[in-house]
C-alpha cells in the first residue's frame, strides 16, 4: 500500500479492501468519508425542517454514517431520485431550492481509528473530467453546490470577483482547481493513483495498467472485497445512427468546433455549422459559433415550447446566455413553405421580433436522416426532406458511461437489463440505502451511473457507501485501528 501511495505500480498483484474507479467528485467525496471524517450533527445549528431536525437531535451523539439513513431520509423531497442524495443535500444545503444559503448543519471531526484503507484509480490528477472540460465557460450549478464537505468552496477558490448575475457560477479551472486543492489539504492524496486505467473488474479482482514515464505501460492487478464504481457519464458521446455519421467533417465534442475556429478553418465566410441537440452542450456550441460569428443551422426534435427543454428549468437572471439561445432557438425558425421568408434586410427572426444573431436558424422538430460525403446533411421536417449544404456537424445528443470492463458493458446491473446502461433511461439498480449492486454484491455505484448527474447529489451516494461499509466493518469488528498507515488489518 505504501508503494502505491507513490503512485508509481511496482508490484504485479496487490490485495486492498477496497477499490474506487475513478477520481472525480464522486470519488473523492467517498475517499473523504473512508478516510475516518465523520458527519455529527452540529450543536449549534437548527435545520429548518423540524421533522428532520427532532430526528437528528435523537442521536445527536452518532455520525450520520452510523444512523439509519431510511429513518432520516423518510418524507423528504428533493430534485434527486435517491433517497440518501437528498438528505445529504439538505444537511450541506438546508432549503437551496427555495433561493436560500443556509449553512450546512453538520459538524466534521476526524476519527482516525475509523479510516478504511482504499485506492481510488484515476486516468488523470484527481478531478476527473473537470481537467478536460473548457475553461471559460460557466457551470451549470452554483459554484458552492460543487463544493465537496469540509472546505468551503469561495474560501478555497478566492471567488470573490464580480461576474454580474453570474456572480455564483464557477468555470470548469475553478472547479478542477478546488478539487485537486482540495485532495492535498484533506490529507487524501495517498488514497490516490493517478493515470491509472482499468480493463477489467471480475469478482474481487480489479485489472488495469498504469501510465509511467511516457508511454509506458505497467500492468497491475488488485483484490477487492469491495469495488465502486464512480466513473461518470462521458466516457462515449451518443450517436445518430443515421448514414455517413462517420464522415470526417461530423464530429460529437464541442472541442471540434473550437479547434476548428483557432486554426481558422471556419470563419464568417464558411459555409453554416449544424449543431444537432437541444442540450446544454450545443446550446454552449451555438454561443461559440455565434460568438466567431460563423453561421449555425440548429437541428433539434422537440418542439421550441416542450417543457422538457433544460431552458424551462434555469432561471433567466443566472443562466443569461442560454436563455439568449432559446430565444433564438424559438424566434429564428427556418421559414417552412407555409411561411413568407423574410427578406434577410430586415433583421427580423420569422416569428417578429429582434434577431439577436442573423446568422442563426432553428430547425424544431426536424431529425438528421444522412450525411453526404458533398458536406450535404439531409434532414426530415414534419411534410418536407431539406438537404443542407454545412462546413461541419456537431452532434450533441448525450453522452454514455463506456463500461467495457464489466461482463456485457456492465447491462446485467441494470435497471433493465436488456437495454445499455443510460444514466437518464436505464441506470444501475443499486439498494437505496447502500448504493450496493442488486445483482453483483461487493459492487457499488454512485453519481451519473445510478442517475445522480449533478456534484450536491452524488455526495449522497458516498455518505450511503461509506456508512454501509463502516456497519459492516463494526459489525465484524475489523476496523482499523491505526490512522491507515499500512498496519491495519486488510480484509
Not at 485506492?119 to 472540460?133: E, I, K, S
Not at 470548469?172 to 488514497?191: C, D, H, T
Not at 455519421?245 to 486554426?263: D, W
Not at 446491473?413 to 448504493?435: A, R, W
Request: hydrophobic share 35%; proline share 8%.
Amino acid at each position: 500500500a505504501q508503494l502505491l501511495a507513490k503512485q508509481t505500480f511496482s508490484l504485479y498483484e496487490l490485495a486492498v479492501p477496497h477499490s474506487l474507479y475513478c477520481n472525480g467528485p464522486s470519488g473523492i467525496c467517498l475517499s473523504y468519508l473512508l478516510s475516518g471524517y465523520k458527519p455529527y450533527l452540529d450543536p449549534s445549528a437548527v435545520h429548518p425542517n423540524p421533522v428532520l431536525y427532532r430526528k437528528l437531535q435523537e442521536t445527536r451523539h452518532l455520525p450520520i454514517t452510523e444512523q439509519d439513513l431510511e429513518y432520516l431520509s423518510e418524507g423528504l423531497e428533493g430534485r434527486s431520485g435517491n433517497p440518501v442524495a437528498v438528505l445529504f443535500d439538505t444537511l450541506l444545503h438546508p432549503n437551496a431550492d427555495f433561493g436560500y444559503e443556509f449553512p450546512p448543519v453538520l459538524q466534521w471531526r476526524r476519527d482516525k481509528q475509523q479510516h478504511l484503507p482504499h485506492l481510488v484509480l484515476g486516468r488523470a490528477t484527481p478531478g476527473g473530467a473537470w481537467h478536460v472540460m473548457e475553461g471559460s465557460m460557466l457551470t451549470i450549478s452554483l459554484g458552492i453546490w460543487m463544493e465537496l464537505p469540509g472546505i468551503n468552496y469561495r474560501d478555497l477558490t478566492n471567488n470573490g470577483k464580480c461576474r454580474g448575475v453570474t456572480n455564483d457560477r464557477a468555470t470548469p479551472e475553478e472547479i478542477s482547481s478546488y478539487y485537486r486543492n482540495y485532495v492535498k489539504l484533506m490529507g487524501l492524496k495517498q488514497n490516490f493513483v493517478d493515470n491509472t486505467y482499468v480493463t477489467s473488474v471480475e469478482g474481487e479482482g480489479v485489472r488495469g495498467y498504469q501510465r509511467v514515464q511516457g508511454d509506458t505501460h505497467v500492468p497491475f492487478c488488485l483484490f477487492s472485497e469491495n469495488v465502486v464504481l464512480a466513473t461518470g457519464a462521458s466516457d462515449s458521446p451518443a450517436q445518430l445512427g443515421v448514414e455517413g455519421e462517420e464522415l470526417p467533417f461530423v464530429f460529437h465534442s464541442i472541442s471540434a468546433l473550437g479547434l476548428a475556429v483557432s486554426r481558422k478553418k471556419l470563419g464568417p465566410n464558411s459555409d453554416p455549422v449544424l449543431i444537432v441537440g437541444a442540450g446544454l452542450s450545443a446550446a454552449d456550441a451555438v454561443l461559440c459559433a455565434c460568438n466567431n460569428n460563423i453561421s449555425v443551422l440548429h437541428a433539434f426534435r422537440k418542439h421550441v415550447d416542450d417543457p422538457g427543454l433544460i431552458f424551462k428549468q434555469l432561471p433567466k437572471t443566472l443562466y443569461p446566455e442560454y436563455h439568449k439561445v432559446y430565444h433564438m432557438m424559438h424566434s429564428q425558425i427556418h421559414a417552412t413553405p407555409n411561411m413568407a421568408p423574410q427578406p434577410p434586410t430586415t433583421n427580423m427572426a420569422v416569428s417578429g421580433g429582434p434577431v439577436l444573431f442573423p446568422d442563426y436558424t432553428s430547425f424544431p422538430e426536424h431529425c438528421v436522416v444522412s450525411f453526404q460525403p458533398d458536406m450535404k446533411c439531409v434532414m426530415q421536417g414534419s411534410n418536407s426532406l431539406k438537404a443542407l449544404k454545412i462546413s461541419m456537424a456537431l452532434v450533441l445528443i448525450g453522452t454514455h458511461p463506456n463500461l467495457f470492463f464489466l461482463k456485457g458493458q456492465g447491462q446485467y446491473l441494470g435497471l433493465d437489463p436488456t437495454k445499455p446502461i443510460s444514466c437518464k433511461q436505464n441506470p444501475m439498480d443499486v439498494h437505496p440505502y447502500t448504493f450496493e449492486c442488486t445483482k453483483d454484491p461487493g459492487l457499488f455505484a454512485m453519481g451519473p451511473l445510478v442517475g445522480d448527474n449533478f456534484v450536491r447529489f452524488l455526495k449522497g451516494g458516498a455518505l450511503g457507501i461509506a456508512s454501509c461499509l463502516l456497519k459492516r466493518l463494526k459489525k465484524k469488528g475489523k476496523l482499523i485501528a491505526d490512522g491507515g498507515g499500512g498496519g491495519g488489518e486488510f480484509i
